[in-house]
C-alpha cells in the first residue's frame, strides 16, 4: 500500500491516509519544524517485518553461552527462528498504554558464507499476541561487497509497513522510540534520531483495534521476498531506558519479561529492569 494522497501542509504538519489509517506527520531538526516534503513515507516492499516466527524449544547453541549464562537472571526463555529480545505480558483487562525504549542502531556487515538475505531491525511495540504496533530501525545487507541499506521505520500491523523516504540513520546512531495508546484506535508514535538531531511524531487514529497485552523489546531478522532472514554480523544491541505503563498506572519492564533467543545466532539476556543486551552468538564457533 501505498500513500493514497496528496500531503496537506499546515505548520509543518502533513497528513495522509494510509488503508483506512488517518495519519498526521510532524517533525524536527535540532528543534527546528522540518517542512512536508521531509515528511514522507513509502510502504516497505522487501516482505514482512511484525511477525514472530516460533521454533521448539531447546539449547541456544553458538559462542557465548558461558559468558552469558552466568550473567543471566531468573527470567524465563523461549525459542525463535526471528525474534531476539524481551516480552512482557499483562491481561487485558489493565493493557498497555505506552512504550518505550532506547538503542544504538546497528553496525551490519555481510557473513560471507551465509545466503545474502541478511537484515536486522531493532524495534519497540506492543501487541495483542498476533497484531503489533510497533517502531524501529532497520539495516539490511544487499550485496557481497557490503552494501547496506539503512532506515527507520514503523507499522500498525493491517495498514503496512511505512519507511521513512528522509530519516537518517548511520550504524552507531542513538535510537528512541515512543508508541502511546489513548485508545485500542488511536496511537501517537514517536521517533528520534539523537545522534542526528531528527525527530518525527506520528499522530494516528481509526486504526485496527489493538488491546496491548505485550510489551516487546527486540531486534528481529525479517521475511524477505517470502524467506526468512538472517541476521548479519552486528554488534551487541543495548536496549536502554526501557519501560512500559500499564493502564493502572503500574510500569512493566525487563524483569520477568520471556527472553526470545534465536538458536545459533543471537542471545537475549535482562541486565536490570530497563536494561537489555542482544549478543550475536556464531554456529561452529570453532571455525571462526
Not at 526463555?77 to 505506552?98: D, E, Q, V
Request: a negative charge; proline letters at 5%; hydrophobic letters at 40%.
Amino acid at each position: 500500500m501505498r500513500c493514497l494522497s496528496g500531503a496537506v501542509v499546515f505548520l509543518a504538519l502533513a497528513v495522509r491516509w494510509v488503508a483506512g489509517l488517518d495519519i498526521a506527520v510532524s517533525g524536527t531538526q535540532d528543534g527546528v519544524p522540518l517542512p512536508a516534503e521531509e515528511l514522507t513515507f513509502s510502504e516497505f516492499e522487501d516482505g514482512v517485518i511484525g511477525l514472530l516466527d516460533f521454533r521448539p524449544s531447546g539449547t541456544v547453541g553458538g559462542e557465548g553461552g558461558n559468558r552469558v549464562a552466568a550473567a543471566v537472571a531468573a527470567n524465563p526463555t523461549a525459542a525463535s527462528n526471528n525474534w531476539c529480545g524481551s516480552i512482557n505480558k499483562t491481561p487485558a483487562t489493565n493493557r498497555i498504554k505506552s512504550i518505550t525504549a532506547t538503542w544504538q542502531h546497528p553496525n551490519c556487515r555481510v557473513q560471507t558464507d551465509k545466503e545474502l538475505r541478511q537484515a536486522i531491525s531493532p524495534w519497540v511495540g506492543m501487541t495483542n499476541g498476533t497484531a503489533p504496533i510497533q517502531a524501529g530501525s532497520y539495516c539490511q545487507v544487499k550485496n557481497w561487497a557490503g552494501k547496506v541499506d539503512h532506515f527507520v521505520w514503523w507499522q500498525w500491523f493491517g495498514h503496512g509497513t511505512q519507511i521513512m523516504n528522509d530519516f537518517p540513520v548511520d550504524p552507531g546512531d542513538q535510537m528512541q522510540a515512543t508508541i502511546t495508546m489513548p485508545t485500542p484506535t488511536s496511537a501517537v508514535i514517536y521517533l528520534a534520531n539523537f545522534s542526528k538531531g531528527r525527530s518525527l511524531t506520528f499522530d494516528l487514529k481509526n486504526g485496527n483495534e489493538i488491546i496491548g497485552t505485550e510489551a516487546v523489546w527486540v531486534a528481529e531478522a525479517p521475511i524477505l521476498n517470502g524467506f526468512q532472514a538472517i541476521y548479519p554480523r552486528y554488534d551487541s544491541i543495548w536496549f536502554q531506558r526501557a519501560s512500559a505503563t500499564r493502564e493502572d498506572g503500574s510500569n512493566l519492564g525487563i524483569i520477568g519479561a520471556t527472553q526470545w533467543q534465536v538458536r545459533n545466532q543471537c542471545r537475549s539476556w535482562e541486565y536490570d529492569d530497563e536494561t537489555l543486551e542482544l549478543i550475536q552468538i556464531w554456529e561452529n564457533a570453532s571455525r571462526r
